[in-house]
T-cell receptor
Framework: AQSVTQLDSQVPVFEEAPVELRCNYS??????LFWYVQYPNQGLQLLLK??????LVKGINGFEAEFNKSQTSFHLRKPSVHISDTAEYFC????????????FGKGTLLTVNP | DTGVSQNPRHKITKRGQNVTFRCDPI?????LYWYRQTLGQGPEFLTY????????KSRLLSDRFSAERPKGSFSTLEIQRTEQGDSAMYLC?????????????FGPGTRLTVL
């Protein structure tokens, strides 16, 4: 069975600092990987996804992630964060692509302080 | 494209009561998913439909839970004899089957509180 581990439950950073949110997964088959963001009292919004091809994936709002198969990781990065990036971030995995069921990690709360 | 909508946004009920939630997907989307998110956790898959057919159900979906999508458009999720452990955010998502890259779009969720 597939699973996702987000190693940090909370990450506080100062505005304009770089940030990395860590995600590791386990699966017995090839997987597709996703990062979603959730703002308070809202649903989830897709930031980026890895389906195939280049292991460096660029998403919305300046975020990017790198798929590392040997380390089974898919860490999310942003070189300079804004106050507006404060939200909960979820890593997810699917064995069937974007339109198959997703298995999520527990989430990382990113708090950007002035 | 008006997005995925869910109603109600909030529901407070007493233990033992039945509740029903509705999800309206993006109009041309043929796949619809239900997830449950408890406090401090990521969403957990409950079930999904392709058109009106329910193709998979999680073991989390006990006998008290039932989901339908009668005409392949909107879907309902009913919980019978609610328990305090059912308190959670219930999220609906939809996607267009046909390409592996097609994204799941999530609704705002229905927050259930069981007293």
């Amino acid at each position: 069975a597939q699973s996702v581990t987000q190693l940090d439950s909370q990450v506080p950073v100062f505005e304009e600092a770089p940030v990395e949110l860590r995600c590791n997964y386990s699966s017995s088959v090839s997987v597709y990987l996703f990062w979603y963001v959730q703002y308070p009292n809202q649903g989830l919004q897709l930031l980026l996804k890895y389906l195939s091809g280049s292991t460096l994936v660029k998403g919305i709002n300046g975020f990017e992630a790198e798929f590392n198969k040997s380390q089974t990781s898919f860490h999310l990065r942003k070189p300079s964060v804004h106050i507006s990036d404060t939200a909960e971030y979820f890593c997810a995995v699917s064995e069937g692509g974007s339109n198959y069921k997703l298995t999520f990690g527990k989430g990382t709360l990113l708090t950007v302080n002035p | 494209d008006t997005g995925v909508s869910q109603n109600p946004r909030h529901k407070i009920t007493k233990r033992g009561q039945n509740v029903t939630f509705r999800c309206d997907p993006i109009s041309e989307h043929n796949r619809l998913y239900w997830y449950r998110q408890t406090l401090g956790q990521g969403p957990e898959f409950l079930t999904y439909f392709q058109n009106e057919a329910q193709l998979e159900k999680s073991r989390l979906l006990s006998d008290r839970f039932s989901a339908e999508r009668p005409k392949g458009s909107f879907s309902t999720l009913e919980i019978q004899r609610t328990e305090q452990g059912d308190s959670a955010m219930y999220l609906c998502a939809s996607s267009l089957r046909g390409q592996v890259k097609n994204e799941q779009f999530f609704g705002p969720g229905t927050r259930l509180t069981v007293l």
